[in-house]
DNA sequence: AATGAATGAGGTTTCATTCAT
DNA sequence: TATGAATGAAACCTCATTCAT
């Protein structure tokens, strides 16, 4: 019978050693993750995809949450960014829009697996939800900013609430990039659906443009 | 965990005492997912929210994802089906947007708990999820037959690939709609999604309107 | 991964075999307990000894701590309570000490094993530590209010604090019945140990009395 | 759990750094065994607490009993062994019981941490009680020639069985210490408690003193 | 049809101990 | 000597499912 509490584990390793076996078993995990999903994956399958004994997994994490938060972290990287004033002529919003679907959707079938398991861990870990929508909040508030300025320029629909619309555009593109990739529905290529949301983006903002004379 | 194959099958009752039964099982399942999730919903709970024995539940289903399905069922006529060319002024395709909009939302938000059920379950039941895609794609179907028409009368932007704008539109309104009611960002109030809403399918559709001269 | 937190158990039987099973369950886990010692007893050797599944424990208990309890509750009628006061020859303080201590030694003797566990599981749980403690402390306000009496009926050295003298003599008894039974320290009869100790208590309480003369 | 035998024993360190470091854990053992408990003591804590590696313990230990009897050894001094004998005024009995008595229990005030321990591992390790006991045993022999010598000096009651008699009052006052400063029993003084203890001692042996007249 | 008790597979987690550096 | 990571045995506990009344 333990009896103790838990106490402590999770360390971050010292040595060279337990820096590798840290990183092979955040690999292993991801690997399990995206094999099984998050539910059936067993800390054992992680440890012995690592090649370690499975105490050794409480050397570094604590529980399943806490392998997931670091296959996150180190993922990140990864998963690009897509900016809506990045790319491309600045000039032409057309273009700026075209060229951000264009960058999310890549990303996005590029690391469909990943981006599958995100989903369902958001529905199912509470923590993992909160700080997904804290990020995703944070990428709206740039396009509603973004917004805001083509508004000062005339070139979008003024009479449109900037937050809510830069919300549900945003909304759009990665559902649709989710059913695609993720829930295989329908068979566009990417230029496909980039051509469709594009024209939808600036149909919706009311965008007049040569691009589109 | 199934150990062997279930001898006997969730049976449709015979007595009437079964039939109070089982819908005792049904409502008790409902109130269980709604308040602990599909995942910490226990069979022992649902009977034991039912007021019957834990074998009792045998009798009428053969696991937590059959329950599910009836409760589903007996909840699919409190969920509508907003159709995009039902009410209102049918001639006005404005007035037809915004009224099916509208009559999603409501809905939508009447049925938040369930809503999030639902989506919550897409993500761990394989076939539930398939199902889903399945009502979704129907759906979607209808609203590009009607996007269709609405391009041959010169109302909408011919150069649309009707699919996948129905898809893409569809989508933002759904998920605008979980991320207000389920997961509770921001603070708008229904009209004012609607109106918004409306104002970027019209501008998308490149519909014009005497609604929006 | 138990996603779920322990909920309840530790339920009653409603039924008879549920009834027995719990009877065998509490049974084993004194023959376990009295074997193995409080630490080393396993759970699961108390459902082996009881003959059921290893779950089926926890139908009726939910820790070792548990059924430890139910173990002492059935055994505290076997334990009897010796009280200074009842038997023999009332007037005779004496004869009534004497007495007292007599049986005390005697059902502290057919007990050993018991009084060895609880002697052990006191050292190791606190709650049942809280308990014992409480438990002495009303056994030894009894003999406190006997000793006034003696006093007032000026039969017992007057200056003696009642309290202390009666928590001293009590524990002085009770120490000597642990390292005779359960430490095996020396090899004295039940006779002679209560000579010796209703002695000490005669003269320690400076009751003059003919028995002694 | 040792699942081998130990390959190296816990050797006396050779070097001045090797003594520092013995010394360290043996601190830092008192102090978890102190707050946590025997039981709840981890080797790990141990060694954490020492501010060594968790592999350093073994080169100076093997065993948490082990280590339990340095810290014990260490501390042997800092135990009084109060003698009946020894202080004041040696040829009043009564004076010399009250200096004992009083002496034991300021000694047992001032380390009631380590007493509890004592007592608390008493009951867990089987070669520490046996170490204990025999201590005892040498204590309670000594008192015992005492009580004799005052019995043939015709100064206590002549018909007690003197071993008895000396183990059954160590016991006592042993056990109201233990009470007392462990268990939180009572408020009273050491003064009140050496004042009652001396006068039950005095009266159980029969003593006849002018300290009492 | 209902009851409620019994079953048992199997993943989780701990931590004393070892050992390569 | 010290370090700190790796090991792995072992018990715990849950709960879906069965089944005798």
Redesign the interface.
Known sequence: ?P??LP?HTGRAPVSARGTRTRIALVQAARAVFERDGY?DA??TDISAEAGVAAGSFYTYFTS?QEVFGAVMADVEEEMLHPRILEPADRDDPVHVIEAANRAYLLAYRRNARLMALM??V???DEDF?RQR?RRA?AFTERNARALVALQRRGVA?P???A???A???S??V???AY?RYV?G??T?SVE??V???T???V????IRSATYI
């Open positions: 019978m009896r103790q106490a539910l067993r800390i399943k989903e369902q958001s529905q199912i939800r929508l909040r629909d009479q449109l609430d937050q809510l619309a919300r549900a555009l909304a759009m990665s559902r649709v059913l829930q529905v329908g566009e496909a659906l051509g469709v949301l024209r939808l983006w149909g919706a903002l009311g």
